[in-house]
């Protein structure tokens, strides 16, 4: 019943843009941070972003702040993934996760996943 649905994901050159989409179902969304993660094969998986349950507050992997923004419209039960400048590094599959509580801080799992969308930069 509760799904996390990912999309938007494909090619794209190095420098160019892609926008994903985090699309929930099967729970109130507006309760929950939401995070993004990422993994290349043979590479360890990385967390991207971060979203408070209401936008407040945002999170960045040093990898990529400055050129990813993530936001959300829970009345669309939906979080975004901006990611702008794309290089070659940020290949990997992309996946968004429900956390347990509202907060991007403090410890806590994440209890549901996404199936991930590919993005593919080249250089």
């Known amino acids: 019943q509760k799904q996390l649905v990912e999309s938007g994901g494909g090619l794209a050159q190095a420098g160019g843009s892609l926008s994903l989409s985090c699309e929930s179902s099967g729970f109130t969304l507006d309760y929950y941070a939401i995070g993004w993660f990422r993994q290349a094969p043979g590479k360890e998986r990385e967390g991207v972003a971060c979203?408070?349950?209401?936008?407040?507050?945002?999170e960045y992997a040093d990898s990529v702040k400055g050129r990813f923004t993530v936001t959300r419209d829970n009345a669309l039960n939906t979080v975004y993934l901006q990611m702008n400048n794309l290089e070659p590094e940020d290949t990997a599959i992309y996946y968004c996760a429900k956390k347990t509580n509202p907060y991007c801080s403090g410890v806590a799992t994440y209890d549901l996943w996404g199936q991930g969308t590919q993005v593919t930069v080249s250089q």
């Open positions: 979203i408070s349950n209401l936008g407040g507050r945002t």
